[in-house]
Nanobody, 127 residues
Framework: QVQLVESGGGLVQAGGSLRLSCAAS????????LGWFRQAPGKEREFVSS????????YYADSGKGRFTISRDDAKNTVYLQMNSLKPEDTAVYFC????????????????????WGQGTQVTVSS
């Protein structure tokens, strides 16, 4: 099991950028697929992006394709989400998440596959 702590959220104008970070504690970080999800007020939590073990496969929701980039640094036990060209509809609390240790996910995009969650970081995009 990993413990996850997000950072990097904030208030930004539309068109701006933010880089979210998620630092993990626990062993075998390199063996986990990792995901970013978000939850806007009054809405369900939704998939944003994920990255496979080793970083060879990247997944994006349509809402972020071409604007968001996920990456990981296993030496630092950290996963990142670079968000460019932000829009007011990107306003949400962003969470990083990991599946149970040892679980391999073919397509790590389903919220129900992730069992370890950070506390979230608020992203607010003003128009």
């Amino acid at each position: 099991q990993v413990q996850l702590v997000e950072s990097g959220g904030g208030l930004v104008q539309a068109g701006g950028s933010l880089r979210l970070s998620c630092a993990a504690s626990g062993r075998y970080f390199f063996s986990y697929a990792l995901g970013w999800f978000r939850q806007a007020p009054g809405k369900e939590r939704e998939f944003v992006s994920s990255i496979s073990q080793g970083g060879g496969r990247l997944y994006y929701a349509d809402s972020g394709k071409g604007r968001f980039t996920i990456s990981r640094d296993d030496a630092k036990n950290t996963v990142y989400l670079q968000m460019n060209s932000l829009k007011p509809e990107d306003t949400a609390v962003y969470f990083c998440a990991a599946p149970p240790y040892g679980r391999s996910l073919s397509f790590p995009t389903d919220l129900s596959d992730f069992t370890s969650w950070g506390q979230g970081t608020q992203v607010t995009v003003s128009s």
